[in-house]
T-cell receptor, first 117, second 112 residues
């Protein structure tokens, strides 16, 4: 089954304790992206990756890191989580259209709910 | 900068009534436009999208949207609401880059 998987689905942690949220897709998609969803703010893009070893910042990258060493995986790293990073996180992937036109359909994972105390 | 405005964070309609969810965008060039739906405790899934060509776009589950460049709008409609349409709906734009901007969402409630 074609899908985007995220782990863990739920996570409670404390301020300053490094954590990684994994994202994996089995559709051979070049493009992957991370979003956070907060009430009243919708989804905001954190980072995205156009292909292996190619990443760029979205609108809210502060406090996050990413890496894209393999095509299928795109982990999100919080080096020193803070309470304002409490949120619902989504990973998404899509094919990469020629010229990076951005008109492709994104396929979303089920989400990771993070609580930072 | 691009932005997306969804009017009405909550919309209620009766079962069988018309669904109209509004989306306006700001962009200096025609963007790519999307509507995604999020059912409770799930990720988002695409309803429909406009990239080029016909401005009236048909999607899944009987939804459609019309791209109106002069009004910078991409409103989502469905002629007859069903209980299963209750969800949160997000409008999104991409302007020829890999960046996506989502609206703040509209939660649709369908009344029996």
């Amino acid at each position: 089954e074609a899908q985007v998987t995220q782990n863990p689905r739920y996570l409670i942690t404390v301020t300053g304790k490094k954590l990684t949220v994994t994202c994996s897709q089995n559709m051979n998609h070049e493009y992957m992206s991370w979003y956070r969803q907060d009430p009243g703010l919708g989804l905001r893009q954190i980072y995205y990756s156009m292909n292996v070893e190619v990443t760029d910042k979205g609108d809210v990258p502060e406090g996050y890191k990413v890496s894209r060493k393999e095509k299928r995986n795109f982990p999100l790293i919080l080096e020193s989580p803070s309470p304002n990073q409490t949120s619902l996180y989504f990973c998404a992937s899509s094919l990469s259209s020629s010229g990076g036109k951005g008109g492709e359909t994104q396929y979303f994972g089920p989400g990771t709910r993070l609580l930072v105390l | 900068a691009q932005s997306v405005t969804q009017l009405g964070s909550h919309v209620s309609v009766s079962e069988g009534a018309l669904v109209l969810l509004r989306c306006n965008y700001s962009s200096s060039v025609p963007p790519y436009l999307f509507w995604y739906v999020q059912y409770p405790n799930q990720g988002l899934q695409l309803l429909l999208k406009y990239t080029t060509g016909a401005t009236l776009v048909k999607g899944i589950n009987g939804f459609e949207a019309e791209f109106k460049k002069s009004e910078t709008s991409f409103h989502l409609t469905k002629p007859s609401a069903h209980m299963s349409d209750a969800a949160e709906y997000f409008c999104a734009v991409s302007k020829g880059t890999y960046k996506y901007i989502f609206g703040t969402g509209t939660r649709l409630k369908v009344l029996a």
